[in-house]
């Protein structure tokens, strides 16, 4: 399996065509921000990272300085996590999540976070809960963060 950054890849429109057979609801958003290329506006710096196998999608994940907790003290955001079905249950998802952690570690970023409304899915990555927000949808969301070890640091 590949990582890729959608942003540099060479075939953005089979990407955003994978993207879309997502079933769910918030992928619109996403492929809106992407189509209309207002992604950076929405999310701030970051990117969007898919896992591939050859050229099916198999998981992806926005890493960027916003998500929809409107909060600027906070960044960055891992969000818009999705394993297509078939997929799931191997934590496929994690190699995308170690590979933000790289990023905000080369950026010198000691934190990393999320906001959902699963239960028991990132802890297992690493991710401790911090507390409930209303976020931009006006609905509850779980807060999450990540320290980041830089261990090039000594």
Same mark, same amino acid.
């Given at each position: 399996?590949?990582?890729?950054? +959608?942003?540099?890849?060479?075939?953005?429109? %089979? !990407?955003?065509?994978?993207?879309?057979?997502?079933? !769910? #609801?918030? =992928?619109?958003?996403?492929?809106?921000?992407?189509?209309?290329?207002?992604?950076?506006?929405? &999310? $701030?710096? $970051?990117?969007?990272? &898919?896992?591939?196998?050859?050229?099916?999608?198999?998981?992806? &994940?926005?890493?960027?300085?916003?998500? @929809?907790?409107?909060?600027?003290?906070?960044?960055? !955001?891992?969000?818009? =996590? /999705?394993?297509?079905?078939? /997929?799931?249950? %191997?934590? %496929? =998802?994690?190699? &995308?999540? #170690?590979? @933000?952690?790289? *990023?905000?570690?080369?950026?010198?970023?000691?934190? *990393?976070?999320? @906001?959902?409304? %699963?239960?028991?899915? +990132?802890?297992? /990555?690493?991710?401790? +809960?911090?507390?409930?927000?209303?976020?931009?949808? $006006?609905?509850?969301?779980?807060?999450?963060?990540?320290? *980041? +070890?830089?261990?090039?640091?000594?």
């Amino acid at each position: 399996m590949e990582i890729i950054d +959608y942003f540099k890849s060479d075939k953005p429109d %089979h !990407w955003l065509a994978e993207i879309k057979k997502s079933d !769910w #609801r918030a =992928v619109e958003t996403l492929a809106r921000f992407i189509e209309e290329k207002s992604f950076h506006e929405n &999310l $701030g710096e $970051g990117t969007l990272l &898919l896992l591939a196998e050859g050229d099916r999608l198999v998981s992806f &994940l926005t890493f960027a300085r916003r998500d @929809c907790i409107d909060d600027d003290t906070l960044f960055p !955001w891992i969000g818009f =996590v /999705y394993t297509f079905p078939e /997929y799931r249950g %191997h934590r %496929h =998802v994690g190699k &995308l999540m #170690r590979r @933000c952690e790289e *990023i905000a570690a080369e950026n010198g970023l000691p934190t *990393i976070f999320v @906001c959902t409304d %699963h239960v028991g899915l +990132y802890e297992k /990555y690493g991710f401790s +809960y911090i507390e409930n927000r209303v976020d931009i949808y $006006g609905e509850d969301s779980r807060v999450y963060r990540k320290n *980041i +070890y830089n261990t090039n640091m000594q």
